[in-house]
């Protein structure tokens, strides 16, 4: 199958800093990404999604200035998270379609996790 | 508004024994449905899917599941579980973007 992959698997950084993950489709076109959160224990929250070549659309009550996310290419979606805070601190899941209408084609990368001192 | 409820937040059975993960959905037109399986610090994997069609839908690893409309459930079941079954399981709905929703999880311990 498909494969998505995240870059770093695990970041630690210090209170204040910014720290960008990466989620690639390896072998698919990705017209559009996902991007996750997850506290320890709980469930995945949607944050955003991602088309290529477009503005994110952000969920409810996710700060779009805190999360910055750049889908330039269609194999390549970022989440940038800006002077990060303890708060901060979660796994981070991306997912990846093919197409916008077929959710068959869906695929998660295998997480990063973000831990802010 | 979209939504997915799993009852259970915590699971133990015995290795052998037989399972059944509740998932419970809201969604105003037919509902893209789905069961994944998440290992601790790992990403998910799906274990199946229904779109439309027969509403027993077989997935990996001995994992079925089966859509009942009237119910608007869509329990994960398998015969036999196995250790390396232990994990956490997330049912979803999906739009017809690829939008899921997530449900709370539930947490399956397997006891030898």
């Known amino acids: 199958g498909a494969v998505v992959s995240q870059h770093p698997s695990w970041v630690i950084c210090k209170s204040g800093t910014s720290v960008k993950i990466e989620c690639r489709s390896l072998d698919f076109q990705a017209t559009t990404m996902f991007w996750y959160r997850q506290f320890p224990k709980q469930s995945l929250m949607l944050m955003a999604t991602?088309?290529?070549?477009?503005?994110?659309?952000?969920e409810q009550g996710v700060e779009k200035d805190k999360f910055l996310i750049n889908h330039a290419s269609l194999t390549l979606s970022t989440l940038t998270v800006t002077s990060a805070h303890p708060e901060d601190s979660s796994f981070y899941i991306c997912?990846?379609?093919?197409?916008?209408?077929?959710?068959?084609?869906?695929?998660f990368g295998e997480g990063s996790r973000l831990t802010v001192l | 508004a979209q939504s997915v409820t799993q009852p259970d937040i915590h699971i133990t059975v015995s290795e052998g024994a037989s399972l059944e993960l509740r998932c419970n959905y809201s969604y105003g037109a037919t509902p893209y449905l789905f069961w994944y399986v998440q290992s601790p610090g790992q990403g998910l994997q799906l274990l199946l899917k229904?779109?439309?069609?027969?509403?027993l839908v077989q997935g990996i690893k001995g994992f079925e599941a089966e859509f009942k409309r009237s119910q608007s459930s869509f329990n994960l079941r398998k015969p036999s579980v196995h250790w390396s079954d232990a994990a956490e399981y997330f049912c979803?709905?999906?739009?017809?973007?690829?939008?899921?929703?997530f449900g709370q999880g539930t947490e399956l311990s397997v006891k030898p």
């Open positions: 991602s088309n290529e070549g477009s503005k994110a659309t952000y």
């Open positions: 997912s990846a379609t093919q197409t916008a209408t077929n959710t068959g084609e869906l695929f």
């Open positions: 979803a709905v999906a739009n017809q973007g690829g939008k899921l929703i």
């Open positions: 229904y779109f439309s069609g027969d509403t």
